[in-house]
Every structure is written in structure tokens, then in C-alpha cells.
């Protein structure tokens, strides 16, 4: 076992063990460890906070959300719960996608869509004709 990673016979890596994954020497002293960990919660929620403002502005909003949350993984067992926890969600959304039968109902909701959207838009021309909402003649 090295750095948390177990190793079996064949070879394959397991999940990582939870639990602080800071340098032995801070884990030895206590009040080196105490800072440690205010550090790295400070530093995480500074990334979580600018995921967050980063969703209603342009920014990979979320990337950098699950960013942070990486960052506190690295020293709190509640965060590297919640990441695991979302990678199988993840990885069960992903299975789901490729199933056939759901993306061929993807595909039909989303041509259905389009059509209906279409078929408004039509209307719409059709019954106004193409106006501007606004009247730039008037300026």
C-alpha cells in the first residue's frame, strides 16, 4: 500500500483510502495539521466560490465546483465521500446514455421538439409575418 492505494495480485488499483492525504510530517504534529487543513478548506471554498459564480457567468461552472470539492478530498473524509458518490452517479448516467433504447427515445423527445418549435415558429411568421418587436424607423 502506497500513498492510500492498495494493490491486490493481479495488479489492479482499489479506491484510494479515506482520510488526509497530507505530508507525514504534518500529520505528526498536530498544530502543523490543524493549519494544513484550514489552508486546504480555504483554498477549496475559494474554488467552489468561483464555480459558483462561475454558473451564471461564462466558466465551466462546474467543473470547477467538483475542482474544489477535489481540493477538500484531499484532506476531509466528507468530500471524498461526496466525490465518489458522484463519479458512480457519473458513471450510472453514462451506462444509461449509451443504452439503445434510451437514445433512440432521446432522439425521438428531441426531433419531437423540433418539430414543435418549428411548427410554432411557423405559425408565428405566418400570423405576424417578420417584425422586429421594436420600430427602428420611429428613431
Do not use: C
Amino acid at each position: 500500500m502506497a500513498h492510500g492505494v492498495t494493490v491486490d495480485e493481479s495488479g489492479r488499483r482499489d479506491e484510494q483510502g479515506l482520510g488526509s492525504r497530507a505530508p507525514e510530517f504534518v500529520k505528526a504534529r498536530r498544530a502543523l495539521h490543524l493549519s494544513w487543513q484550514v489552508g486546504v478548506f480555504v483554498v477549496g471554498l475559494a474554488v467552489v466560490v468561483a464555480g459558483v459564480i462561475m454558473l451564471p457567468l461564462p466558466g465551466p461552472g462546474w467543473v470547477v465546483i467538483f475542482g474544489g470539492m477535489a481540493i477538500w478530498a484531499t484532506e476531509f473524509v466528507w468530500a471524498q465521500l461526496v466525490l465518489r458518490w458522484t463519479k458512480r452517479k457519473v458513471t450510472e448516467a453514462a451506462q444509461r446514455a449509451l443504452d439503445p433504447r434510451v437514445r433512440r427515445r432521446n432522439i425521438i423527445l428531441t426531433s419531437v421538439g423540433l418539430v414543435i418549435v418549428a411548427a410554432l415558429a411557423g405559425f408565428y411568421l405566418w400570423k405576424f409575418g417578420l417584425q422586429m418587436p421594436w420600430k427602428i424607423k420611429d428613431q
